[in-house]
């Protein structure tokens, strides 16, 4: 089986810091199936964000 046979979701959330590790640990309980291909979890900072409608900075 190929890589790109896969089926793929992708998932984006922002959540604040305290919540994140329960964030991770919920998702991965919901999405570990134990087979090639649950997928990954990457946790980056948001240091900005714009609402392009409007071009405000802020969440």
């Known amino acids: 089986m190929h890589y ?3 089926q793929k ?6 959540v604040e810091d ?5 964030v991770v640990q919920t998702i991965m309980e ?5 087979k090639y291909g649950d997928g990954r979890i990457f ?6 964000a714009y609402t392009i409608r409007t071009g405000k900075p802020g969440l």
């Open 43 to 48: 946790v980056n900072p948001i240091e900005e």
């Open 30 to 34: 919901a999405a570990r199936t134990g």
């Open 9 to 14: 979701t992708m998932l984006l959330m922002v």
């Open 4 to 6: 790109d046979e896969l």
């Open 18 to 22: 305290e919540h994140k590790d329960k």
